[in-house]
Nanobody, 123 residues
Framework: QVQLVESGGGLVQAGGSLRLSCAAS????????MGWFRQAPGKEREFVAA????????YYADSVKGRFTISRDNAKNAVFLQMNSLKPEDTAVYYC????????????????WGQGTQVTVSS
């Protein structure tokens, strides 16, 4: 089992920045690729970004490319999502997920999920 706890969400004005964190505990963190997803009210959950176990490869949804950056610190068992130039359409609950297979994250699957953190971007 891997337990994931997100933090760092909040209310920010359009154009602002937030940094989300996801703390992992349980099994060896470096065994897992990590991803961020989001779900807006009335919409399905969507992929945001993913990173391989060693940080050597990342992948982003087109909607956030160039604005969001995913990173990880295996020594601290944490993954981060730096979000810049935020837009009202970025408003959602953001979830982190862990999976032993990087490509599974890209198609929306994850072995383990956190409870989510709310991000609200005002116009």
């Amino acid at each position: 089992q891997v337990q994931l706890v997100e933090s760092g969400g909040g209310l920010v004005q359009a154009g602002g920045s937030l940094r989300l964190s996801c703390a992992a505990s349980g099994r060896t963190f470096s065994n897992y690729a990590m991803g961020w997803f989001r779900q807006a009210p009335g919409k399905e959950r969507e992929f945001v970004a993913a990173i391989t176990w060693n940080g050597g490869n990342t992948y982003y949804a087109d909607s956030v490319k160039g604005r969001f950056t995913i990173s990880r610190d295996n020594a601290k068992n944490a993954v981060f999502l730096q979000m810049n130039s935020l837009k009202p359409e970025d408003t959602a609950v953001y979830y982190c997920a862990a999976d032993s297979n990087f490509h599974s994250l890209l198609i929306g699957r994850g072995d383990y999920w956190g409870q989510g953190t709310q991000v609200t971007v005002s116009s």
